[in-house]
């Protein structure tokens, strides 16, 4: 079987040297599988629809087409930390909740951490909502809730694919962008951020890989054995994004205040509840993170507040 794995290192890359060990555990369940390497995100997806691979594997946004449920992972603001991660991809990688990852024609059948996605400011002051307004921010086409969200602080959003949006902030086009630690030096962010700018210490998302295959393809079994093997594989991805994290220099990092936290959490919110509204976040997905964000900590104002998500 034939997948289509993005990544944009394509076959240098860290997310196709993980697939060649999920293909090593394929083996086991069955299925020998052909990786295809694509550095672009958008014909992977393409390819994948026209039944050119029968297996794909990219980011939780480009996912939410074939799954609005596990495609509302990477939901602004829903998930603060890597243990919040772990805890909802344990949740809905459990045989019990299977029938969630199936939809049509298509299964999700492995959820990767993908990195907190920080913002790369080509200005330090750039550091409260407030501070937002009008500024250029580079966002994915294919994502309205992106679109959705820098409207809504009064942003300018600024149209771009993954292969250039850090194309864009490294020659001035953009004020900010978005992503992993991995981008720093894969993408050669440091250019971007001289002379006066730096990287917000406070993440967006939590971005997430999945693979999605076409059922009928596949043996019966096959998607719980391998949502099984990706949730074993968590805690060494989440390792390895923390090692790229510790590269971006301390003197990058901009830490804001507590207060502003607060506003960005409260914005954040606002945004997913019109999102969900709008029938672009799944309501059952954003019910189980909220859930989940109140059990490790109960203080926060959205637990009490009277317009849940």
């Given at each position: 079987k034939k997948i289509c794995v993005f990544d944009l290192l394509g076959a240098n890359g860290q997310v196709f040297s993980q697939m060649k060990d999920y293909k090593t555990a394929a083996l086991v369940w069955g299925v020998e599988l052909e990786l295809k390497p694509y550095t672009s995100e958008r014909v992977a997806a393409e390819d994948f629809k026209a039944g050119l691979c029968d297996a794909v594997s990219f980011t939780g946004i480009r996912a939410r087409q074939f799954n609005a449920f596990t495609g509302?992972?990477?939901?602004i603001g829903a998930m603060p930390s890597y243990q919040h991660l772990k805890s909802v991809i344990t949740t809905i990688s459990?045989?019990?909740?299977?029938?969630l990852m199936i939809s049509d024609a298509y299964e999700i059948v492995g959820i990767f951490p993908g990195g907190a996605a920080f913002m790369f400011v080509n200005d330090r002051s750039i550091d409260t909502v407030g501070e937002l307004a009008g500024k250029r921010i580079a966002i994915l086409d294919s994502d309205p809730a992106q679109v959705e969200m820098v409207s809504f602080v009064g942003a300018s959003p600024v149209?771009?694919?993954?292969?250039?949006?850090?194309?864009?902030?490294?020659?001035?086009?953009?004020?900010i962008t978005y992503g992993p630690a991995i981008v720093y030096e894969a993408m050669e962010l440091?250019?971007?951020?001289?002379?006066?700018?730096?990287?917000?210490?406070?993440p967006l998302v939590q971005l997430t890989m999945q693979m999605v295959i076409r059922r009928a393809e596949f043996p019966e079994g096959y998607g719980q054995k391998s949502r099984d093997f990706a949730l074993e594989q968590f805690d060494t991805g989440v390792?390895?994004?923390?090692r790229y994290e510790s590269k971006i220099p301390k003197k990058q990092w901009i830490d804001i205040p507590d207060a502003d936290k607060s506003n960005y959490l409260e914005v954040f919110r606002q945004s997913r509840i019109r999102l969900r509204d709008k029938g672009i976040y799944n309501a059952k997905m954003l019910k189980l993170m909220r859930m989940l964000r109140c059990k490790k900590d109960p203080q926060q104002a959205e637990c009490t507040s009277a317009d849940k998500e």
């Open positions: 509302s992972l990477d939901a459990a045989a019990k909740a299977a029938k149209g771009t694919s993954i292969a250039n949006m850090f194309s864009k902030f490294n020659n001035g086009s953009v004020d440091y250019k971007g951020l001289e002379p006066n700018g730096g990287v917000i210490n406070f390792e390895l994004i923390k």
